[in-house]
């Protein structure tokens, strides 16, 4: 079968390359040539996948074209880029799935810096894993000539971020990354969990405060690009929730994230309903003042356009439900 | 750039990790170089688990015994002790750098079955084994602050006065060429699965280590046992882990016989892979197949078995060929998976080239000898990266520094490192010739599948071999495509297709030297094993510029199982 | 509150979710609207708790899945699907129907909760968005002969927001992936231009308001910018927490942006009831931080 490939081709080094051309890539390469879309046309099979499209090309039509690949079997991780705009490994990603309007377009992501072609600079990924000290601390005492006896289901718990192969497809496509460069990342966090969650690590508690602070575990936006982005089930979002979790059971509470959960909890079980008009100022800290005021130009416009929630806030009725399932599986919000 | 450390690893898979963080804890300067991102190494792809006799009821001479009859009697018995008798407490240490293994109900390492093993033995992660030990591996050396050179390409090693001093390799991210000095190399990158044409192997294994080991000098060993794995996944032939079998999967033929019967009664699908392998050749030869597959069918161990011991097989299954494991059977055929043979070492990882080590898939210490059993590799990588990093880190305290005064050595250094980059250069410089690295590679990896895969017989060896002198002048001939610095991967790859052919040759060569059928080698023309005259490694040298190697012989190490008849 | 209801009605359990009751009270109105176009019978589960909106799951599931197990006991005894007009609630409850459909212990273990209250959920209530019902129960052909007023002119930028597309397996995106093209296929059929851009599908910053207020306001206001780069006269929304971020917060996105944006965001029914020969302030679009004047005027109406 006959392929339409559009293929993302930037090259430092060379003179800008025929093709339409496409956006800059961000700061510090807008100075560099463009980016410029060449278009590939290949014959594969119905079967055949982004990447064995890409190195037919390199190998039959173009030697120039640089993309990193090794076991075309979603299990290196070398092959995550952008596909129709989305970060995919492109060994993983069959054209006829891809195919829109009659062409697949792919590219390095424009989250990442590049390097040349569909190779970016993977440093931003790996420092962030790097950031979380990611080696078990052994419990003491370290066990003679065996094993740290655990439960099995301990073990099982981490498999899911185990299967972890550092493509960075969730990176790539993260929101709040794309945002805040500091962000430690969906994959940097959920190796974090891999080893608080560890009973054999000695830190857990250290690393919960450590996650906890900025550009950490509050810092994720809850949006499910990485889950959706991950090609080995990690779920990221899921490993970051868990943290979460621990980190409040830890007795780190005093972060927005805490707050804004705590003060959720308060205004559903107190009224069945979310109060935005408490959420906020709770959720800030009734006494950071500065952050409080930050937030007055937006309330006043919002008063103005009569889109601020009554103050009288209603109950709903049969609240009393609210308050039973509340006292019954409330946990810490009872 | 000159750089220096005192022990360098070539290659960041499992062995070249393993030994970094031993040569480092023996006070040793170390660099790793590696051609891609350690991660992204093909360690990675060892599903099944990794062995050792630690369970009541077992003992590593067991192990030991296993691994031997699994050899063809073709292994080193003394190497084969050390690393069987090492493997527990390696296995321990990986599980307090924390290895998540699966448990037993007391909480203790629990293990699974595996093919050629007496005894449940292969302690394991899910099917994705060889990652969770890369991935900790990986965590170990961050810990650790061992430098890690990513994506740097390595050329060439560096002999100076008859030993290894180091390597040139291309930083890719710049296209600069620079040399690295060290007392001791550790090569540890990996084995040359590209020679073959399909292959489970990754597309980075290309015989890199192997190549230029011999290049440099030194001998190889056993070149011509070559492992065909006996489930290969139809098509693009990826791995579907012989942990599939362990937990009790059928292969079953056209007419939908479980075959393995006829071949090996008593252990059935668990019998070695060589012996497994030729058994599915004979059936497809002899009509039984479908479309050259016989089929793996685990349908009977239920969805819950399937999704919770061998999701990654069943993730393959689905994605490249559209077959659900759950509901049916999925074609497999043998293809290539592993070569026994490698850079001849001791048990410490020296090779005779003195600051020459190996380790891992490219070295051969032996321990496979004719055939490799499943989940012995990773212990192999682990076992023998330890003892080289720890070797080479002593032997660099008590090694001379190289002769001559300082500022002659810096000279000819510093000329060494020229000549290889006009080398580099004058390949990248030649002029359009429309003989690409890829047209030759695929040729290569075909011919060496359908010559020199699972039977093989004088005169395919010796068409195989006109064949590759062929290749090899054509060769010569290949010009680069892309003229650029940066990650200049044409470069790379026509390079890679130079180390492919040297393999090539050496695994020819050696195959044509055994007249006898062992292990992974298994002649027409000489179907019986012959110990009187063949139970002897093939070790194959370079000889200067000429095309053919210096072909000797080295004595098997017997120490107390003399070899029988292999029956399973 | 009950609409009439019309020939033919379809009936759906109706939860309208916090802040359509609190500070989005013109997409509450606006619904109300667009259901007695579509003859959609709304019965509307008044005593439902909040979902939780993902923060209460996070900390407590086994809370939430209470919670949100009520509502779909609620609506099962009314024998109808459950309608949600929020984005976030429909990911919530799919999440929570999806664990307790699937997953019998959690089922049990919610029931028990549950039973204390007079309720019991057999697993049979089916989560429905609006945007769903619109497309998949009402049908393209019956919302087109609805259509007095087409918006020919008007680009319009669809604004998803996370939680109506992701995780796909919920959201049954795997059954119908169509369903993350519904916007564009009613933008078009009321006559106006669907205004493809990359961050239709990101996430719109309302969940780091209050972690990371910066952040949060560079979030929304990034995806604005690119849709009025890219021509964009309004951007409409599913989700009315999206809503509080890129219309309340407009004025200081634009802040964060360093640059005006001035993009009216409209609620889907709001969007829908204009084409329906609703009045601007039936469907409350005098109701909005960022003024809808300029976009009325292009289809000759104001507010």
Known sequence: MEWTIRVGRYNPEAQNMAGDVGPPYPPPYEAAPTKVYQTFTVDLPEHAVVLDALIDIREYQDETLVVRCACRSAICGSCAMWINGHANLACKSKLKDFTKDGVTTVESPPSMPVIRDLVCDMNPFWEKMRKVSPWLENKQPVPQGEEYRVPNASMENLIQEVACIACGACLMDCESFAINPDFTGPAALARAYRYADDPRDARSKERLEEYSGPDGIWDCTHCFECVQRCPKGVAPLDQILKLRHMAVDAGFTNNPGTRHADAFAESVRGSGRLNELTLLPKSLGLFNIAAQLKTLPSAFNMLRAGKLPPIIHHKIPGLERIKNIFKRVGGRFQ | ?568 | MKTMPQKSAMKVAFWPGCVSKGACPELYASTQKIAEALGLDLHELTSAPCTGAGVLSEQNPKLARSLNGLTLAMAERENADLMTICSTCQGVLSQVNHELTHRPELLAETNSVLAENGYEYRGTTKVKHLLWILVEDIGLEKIASLVKRRLTGLKVAPFYGCYILRPEEYLGLKERPERSTYLEQLISLIGAEPVEYHGKSKCCGFPMLTFNRDVSLKMGGKHIVEAKQKGADLLVTPCPLCHLNLDGQQPDAARAMQQPIGVPIFHLPQLLGLAFGYSPEELRLNRHVVGTDGVLAKVELKV
Request: aromatic share 6%.
């Open chain 2, 1 to 568: 750039m000159i750089l220096d450390h005192d022990v360098l690893v070539m290659g960041a898979g499992l062995a070249g990790m393993r030994a970094a963080l031993e040569a480092a804890r023996h006070g040793a300067s170390v660099g790793i170089v590696s051609k891609v991102h350690p991660i992204r190494s093909h360690s990675n792809a060892a599903q099944g688990g990794i062995n050792a006799a630690i369970g009541e009821g077992d003992s590593w001479q067991t192990h030991a015994f296993d691994t031997i009859k699994g050899s063809d009697y073709l292994a080193d018995q003394d190497a084969v002790e050390v690393m069987c008798s090492e493997a527990p407490s390696d296995i321990i240490e990986l599980e307090h750098m924390g290895v998540i293994f699966f448990r037993d109900d007391a909480g203790k390492l629990g293990t699974r079955a595996f093919g050629g093993a007496s005894k449940a033995r292969t302690y394991f992660v899910g099917d994705i084994t060889g990652q969770a030990l890369l991935n900790t591996l990986y965590d170990q050396i961050l810990k650790a602050g061992v430098k890690v050179y990513e994506e740097w390409f390595t050329t060439s090693l560096y002999v100076v006065d008859g030993a290894c001093r180091g390597m040139t390799a291309i930083d890719m991210l710049t296209g600069e060429l620079h040399l690295l000095r060290a007392k001791a190399l550790i090569v540890a990158a990996g084995g040359c699965g590209r020679v073959y044409e399909p292959s489970t192997n990754a597309l980075i294994c290309t015989g890199d280590g192997i190549a230029l080991a011999y290049r440099a000098g030194a001998p190889l060993m056993d070149m011509e046992m070559v492992q065909y794995h006996p489930t290969t996944l139809k098509g693009s032939g990826f791995l579907m882990t012989e942990a599939a079998r362990g937990e009790g999967a059928y292969l079953l033929n056209s007419e939908g016989d479980r075959f393995m019967k006829k071949y090996a009664p008593n252990m059935m699908e668990l019998a070695s892979r060589d012996v497994v392998s030729r058994s599915e050749s004979v059936e497809i030869a002899e009509g039984r197949g479908t479309d050259g597959c016989v089929f793996l069918d685990v349908r009977h161990l239920g969805r819950d078995a399937i999704m919770h011991k061998l999701p990654q097989i069943h993730e393959i299954a689905l994605d490249f060929i559209g077959i659900d494991m759950v509901t049916q059977p999925v074609p497999v055929r043998p293809g290539m998976h592993y070569i026994m043979g490698g850079i001849k070492t001791d048990v410490n990882g020296a090779s005779p080239l003195p600051g020459l080590y190996a380790a891992g898939e490219c070295a051969c210490v032996s321990v496979h000898g004719g055939n490799r059993l499943g989940a012995n590799s990773l212990l192999d990588t682990l076992v023998f990266g330890r003892r080289s990093g720890a070797h080479a880190a002593d032997w660099t305290r008590a090694a001379a520094a190289a002769s001559g005064p300082a500022q002659a050595r810096e000279t000819a250094d510093e000329a060494f490192l020229t000549a290889e980059q006009q080398r580099v250069q004058a390949l990248l410089d030649r002029p359009y010739t429309g003989q690409t690295h890829a047209r030759l590679r695929l040729e290569l990896g075909t011919m060496m599948d359908e010559k020199v895969g699972v039977y093989r017989d004088e005169a395919g060896l010796a068409s195989a071999l006109e064949k590759l002198h062929e290749l090899r002048r054509l060769y010569e001939s290949v010009s680069v495509g892309d003229k650029g610095r940066l990650f200049n991967q044409a470069l790379t790859f026509a390079l890679e297709l130079g180390y492919l052919i040297d393999c090539a040759e050496t695994i020819v060569h050696s195959a044509l030297t055994r007249k006898e059928s062992r292990g992974a080698q298994s002649r027409t023309d000489f179907p019986a094993r012959n110990d009187t005259e063949w139970l002897k490694h093939v070790v194959v040298s370079r000889n200067g510029a000429a095309p053919k190697p210096t072909i000797g012989f080295s004595p098997v190490t017997i120490t107390q199982w003399a070899p029988q008849e292999r029956k399973y």
